[in-house]
């Protein structure tokens, strides 16, 4: 039988789809028969079919994966319950601007067994809604039905299509059992016609207006969002940087590292406050969605600033505003090049003088002093504890130089950000946007493209994912070390345990920094996590005991743990390092620490 669903999967591969992420239910009778023959006569051309017991944690690895590679991963998921399963996952990819394809069955639309794939289950009722794809659509760059079988590899590219066109993100189509049943003839599409869209560079009065800002300028900065995304932007941007001696970049990283942290031009990362935004009176927004927050830290008055972005009016965003100049829609990665180029070309006279030369002179000793505040925090206390600089300047002098991190520390990022340091484009991958949970399945995601690119199982670059530990519940644990030792997916995971969540505390002294919430404990903010769950244990037994899980209170426990730990990952088991900010918070059974 040649399907609807095997067509599909054709599709899928055909545009270089590589895995398939699947949690499957009642709506999938034709989609197992697909797999089955697939498998059988297809091998190496279909794609890898990875069993999640969580959708959530489904969506998080395709999610992890196509941010490493730019490509497109697919998800199966079981109707609308499998659809609201995804949860913050859909936020998450679309916010991070991660291409997956996401596919629900729908339930069968009839009774009487009028076609192949008619109702045949009581649940069949109960899942029957009247717009399923209403539950992601917003959060989606496109939703469509396969109503018929002879255009599913139409529909299937089409969906990529806006997948893999900027703004990239998640896409979602659906089809009834009986139009997956449908046994259609074998046909193929050319994949050369069915390329993304492709936005264009600056156009030559753009060039000028921004290169002649950013020259002319006491105090230009930078502000970037997503542009590590392509990896060669960053080397272009330090390009820029090296060119006009003085600009400074400040990091929001949208969902990527976007500037080296050993160039003398490296702010580090901050979300929408530094003391840069405030003196600047050039200001490049360049593909980012939160600049600043208005509330705690804007531009001086008169500053100019101009916005480059592939998506500058953010469509998706009811309130989103800057007050801006001039707003240009463009490649970020070619803008760049062609700042750099006009600038070195039409404006050199005015970038060769002393006083550019005065400007890189005290960038440099800048950058030094900023590099010895962050080293002068990461110190153990004085009864043996530590607390997260310390501990993430272990971490990353434990891992290896090329370590790929994936940061969920939500309260704790800007910390992971300064001790860590991250000089290679595509080492630093965090969520991208605020679904606590992504870093879990995301960093299975990023480990099994890094070894899929490197040619077979643990052969790629070495993972670390870092995550505080009110997320690290929310990313579903035992689910995602279940995967990881089923399908051996090596990660090496530390648990940020401050007990419980900071997030809220922080907010609520925001608005109410005096207020009655701001006198009482954790405890009674009904934020605290005490006692503290067996974060490592959960994990061991999610892999049936084959994973390395231990706990540390002091830094004599980091000292013989975290190379363990490491050894371990590279052996090829996971690895999961709970880390007791502040000392000891209580033993577990069984614990070695």
């Not at 890094?450 to 035992?478: E, W």
Request: glycine residues 8%; aromatic residues 8%.
């Amino acid at each position: 039988m040649y399907t609807a669903s095997f067509a599909f999967f054709e599709a899928l591969s055909e545009a270089g789809v590589t895995h398939c992420f699947v949690n499957l239910g009642s709506d999938h009778p034709s989609i197992m028969e697909a797999i089955v023959k697939g498998q059988n006569e297809k091998a190496k051309n279909f794609p890898r079919i990875i069993t999640c017991p969580n959708e959530m944690v489904a969506l998080s690895i395709a999610d992890g994966y196509a941010r490493v590679t730019n490509k497109p991963q697919a998800v199966i998921i079981h109707v609308d319950v499998g659809t609201q399963g995804l949860g913050a996952a859909v936020h998450n990819a679309s916010c991070g601007r991660a291409p997956v394809l996401i596919f629900a069955g729908l339930s069968p639309c009839t009774i009487e067994g009028e076609y192949r794939g008619s109702r045949t289950e009581y649940i069949h009722w109960l899942q029957d809604i009247p717009d399923q794809k209403q539950i992601v659509a917003q959060y989606c760059r496109y939703t469509g039905e396969i109503k018929r079988g002879r255009n599913v590899k139409q529909l299937v590219n089409r969906a990529l299509n806006l997948a893999t066109s900027d703004p990239k993100g998640p896409v979602y189509l659906v089809g009834s059992r009986e139009a997956m049943e449908e046994e259609i003839e074998p046909y193929t599409v050319d994949q050369s016609l069915w390329t993304p869209a492709e936005l264009g560079a600056l156009k030559h009065s753009q060039l000028q207006q921004v290169s002649e800002l950013l020259v002319d300028a006491q105090e230009p900065l930078v502000i970037a969002g997503y542009v590590g995304r392509n990896q060669s932007a960053v080397d272009s941007l330090v390009e820029l940087a090296n060119t006009i001696k003085g600009l400074r970049v400040l990091d929001t990283t949208g969902s990527d590292m976007c500037f080296p942290a050993d160039h003398p031009a490296w702010l580090g990362l901050k979300y929408g406050e530094d003391e840069s935004i405030r003196t600047a009176d050039a200001i490049l927004v360049l593909d980012c969605d939160v600049p600043w927050i208005n509330t705690q830290c804007h531009p001086r008055k008169g500053a100019k600033i101009i916005h480059i972005d592939v998506d500058p009016l953010k469509h998706q965003m009811p309130v989103f505003y800057i007050d801006a100049i001039a707003r240009f829609r463009a490649d970020p990665a070619s803008a760049i090049s062609q700042i750099t180029s006009y600038v070195r070309t039409h404006l050199q006279d005015r970038i060769s003088t002393q006083t550019f030369d005065r400007r890189w002179l005290n960038l440099q000793q800048k950058h030094q002093q900023r590099i010895e505040g962050v080293a002068s925090k990461a110190i153990p206390g004085e009864n043996g504890t530590f607390d997260c600089p310390f501990l993430i300047s272990q971490v990353r002098k434990a891992c290896p130089p090329d370590t790929i991190w994936a940061v969920e520390a939500v309260t704790n990022s800007v910390i992971a950000s300064d001790q860590i340091q991250a000089t290679i484009p595509g080492s630093w991958i965090n969520c991208g946007g605020g679904g606590l949970g992504w870093s879990g399945g995301g960093a299975l995601g990023i480990k099994l493209a890094t070894d899929a690119q490197a040619g077979g199982t643990n052969k790629g670059k070495f993972v670390c994912q870092i995550v505080g530990d009110g997320s690290y519940l929310f990313s579903v644990p035992g689910s995602v070390y279940w995967i990881a030792q089923r399908y051996n997916i090596p990660v090496l995971t530390i648990v940020l345990n401050n007990k419980g969540w900071n997030a809220p505390r922080k907010s609520l002294l925001f608005v109410h920094p005096n207020g009655d919430g701001s006198k009482v404990s954790n405890e009674d903010l009904h934020i605290s996590f005490a006692p503290t769950p067996d974060y490592a244990g959960i994990a061991k037994a999610a892999a049936g005991g084959k994973a390395w899980a231990h706990h540390a209170d002091t830094v004599a426990d980091l000292q013989r743990l975290l190379p363990e730990a490491v050894k371990a990952v590279k052996s090829g088991i996971c690895a999961v390092l709970d880390a007791h900010l502040g000392g000891p918070q209580g033993k577990f059974e069984g614990d070695s620490a």
